[in-house]
């Protein structure tokens, strides 16, 4: 492909793309800088992460979409503890700016927790293969450590385990409880969005695991069999951390609808069995807005009908459940819940670097739907999953260097 191709591919996505949703980095930074941070509050609320006997604040930060070291020194200054991060976010320049931040800080003043994922993952049955060798999750896990400056981790996870037969991966369980050893880390724990109460009670089940990250917000189908898998986890003395807990950020596609932040942090924060959680925050503005939730997590009646609005207007939002049931009804078997998991970044969270990084990852002969003429698809959420296909499909053309 020429560069003239490339620009007028990506030539296209801008212009279908909402006007400001590409952002060049240096933009975004100047746009933080002017704000200021809030002060240390003593009113925040802490929870115990489980059997690691660690206290923490219930919430944390989630650093993937940012890339303002303002920011997160500005949420340690804040009073939140724990950053969480993980090897692959920004190709690594997550990690790197973490590491700058924390270089002067006392090592007992922070949480830190990365995410290694493992090589060889089928993405149709989600179980680890021959070829996964715990020699190269270890080699990444090293190369996060130089990243962050730090001799050990306080979490390690094993990242985006989907079934329980992937929690118990020998060979990978074996890493993780030999780098515990060594020091290396001080927990070990593996991080979910997909078929999450089962993963959740393999973990419970190892007597192994310290901790899980599992995603949970309001939108979720299963909650039922979530709060469950959550009770019988954190009973068991596993630590619980919730991410995608602002369930897409947005109602709609074009942002013209924001969930209500807060009302979803406190929804999620009202099951007590989850000990912190990691809102991926990027503006000063939302850090805020994060940390009030922690002097009050009484959910108002008027929030909690906000937490319904998209249904009211006929939104279905950008969060999908990753339930699976478009996969068996795809013509070419596509890997719809991570496409949709990539849709979410672009439209949701602005991170059209990981949503590229999804897109390339997928094992696809990259024209997805272009040949498919009629869609059998039926979204348990209502998506339109061609249209939404296709749409975020266009970022494979989109040179990285313009991305966010
Ligand atoms: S249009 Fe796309 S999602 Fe629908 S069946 Fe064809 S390839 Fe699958
Ligand atoms: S696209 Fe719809 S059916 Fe497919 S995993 Fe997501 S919510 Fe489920």
Redo the contacts with the bound molecule.
Sequence with gaps: MSHSDIDEGRRKFLKKSIAGMVVLPAVLNTSLKAEKPKTTSSKFIYRTLGKTGMKLPVVSMGVMNADNPNLVKAALDAGIVHLDTAHGYQRGRNEEMIGQVIKDRGRDSFVLATKVPADFQDDKTGLFTEKTKPESFIEKFEISLKRLGLEYVDILYLHDVVKKEAAMFEPLLTALINLKKAGKTRFIGVSTHRNEPEVIQAVADSKIYDVVLTAYNFRQPHLIEMHKAMEYAAKAGVGIIAMKTQAGVFWDRERQHQINMKAALKWVLANENVHTTIPGFTTFDQMNLDLSVMEDLKLTPEEESELTLGDDMGMNGLY???????EAQCHKSLD??SI?RSYMYAYGYNNFTAAKEIMQSLSSDGKFCNDCHACPVK???G?D?KSRVMDIARIQNVPSEFLT
């Design positions: 999908c459940s990753q339930c699976g049931q478009c719809i819940p949709m979204c348990s959420f998506f999953v």
